[in-house]
């Protein structure tokens, strides 16, 4: 079916479009003009692939949650067999954090995602979800380097996992160069380093 | 001077109907109508105490910082004397973190100034310097903590102070309902927990 994949790859090339007005001017005053001219088309057309700003607002940020899912796929086929869970969740992490240009919009988007989502039900579940099914992954992550001895068998894998996803909060400190990146990459080492400290199993090679 | 006292709580009553605009319906449908009428008073009334929609977005952030701090401050106060350390950061903390109504509405007008500041310099600028002066407030009571023997001595105050204030990505977490409020301060209860593990010292009673 050619014409699906068209259809698919110009709402694709519509989102990247979008990410790029947010990464200059903010999501506040984004129209779907601004959208439609940065992706070079008319606004007819580009109202022929999304009926409404929410429409392509949520569009966009699906193709944000696959390309980091992407990204961290790439990241995690470039380590070494097997891989430590350690790096895993080590990738996981720096990837949501604005550390490089595409990191950088997707975690803009997010934001102002989010922040859109707070009045909305629809575009909350759909964060929600998204956000969720990221967890789930980080949570199983963790529940098998316990089980693995990586990380001692006295840690609940829940909160560590909640606090893993909480350190995403480097984002605002980034954002505000509260912190530099090598500042922020350093403390999520440690972090790390501290989770994965045991007494004996195989994370004390 | 009385008319500059009124001036000023004209001022915090406007910054307070926005907070409710901003918490009913977000910031980025936010106008300084809007705020007039949530206030209870004219769009010309409100113009003569902001010349602009940024200008309002400033003082109502400014004041939220403010109001942040005094709710630290009384929150510190209720401690027993000598407050713990450990007490003195979960405070300031917990106190950043959406967990009731007064951190929510600044917790959110945050971070739709946040994302407004990637786009303006001085919104940037003023952002930052509030964002620092928290982190310096952390930071010193990191450091008397390790001085005084109730946090280890190898650990460093910086890479602590850059973690503690990381800790607010429970904010996002928070508002998409991916962790209950009673998870978030948990785990912000054992993130604190192994901060203050020590061998001996004042830590260890």
Redesign the interface.
Known sequence: MPKQVDHRQRRETIARALWRVVE?????HLTMRDVAQEAGISLGQLQHYFRSRAAMLSFAMDFAGEQTALRVGRALAELPEPPHPRQVLRVMLVELLPLHADARAQS?MS??Y??????DEEL?AR??DG??QG?AMVEQVVRQAIADGYIEPDRDP??ET??L?????????L?????TPA??L??VE??LD?LFETEDGPGRD
């Open positions: 200059q001017q903010g999501v506040r803009r934001a102002a989010v922040l859109e989502a707070l009045h909350h964060a929600r956000l969720l967890r829940v909160l909640n606090l996803l909480a350190l995403t909060g480097f984002t605002t400190l954002e505000l160069d509260a912190v500042a922020a350093e403390a440690r972090y501290r």
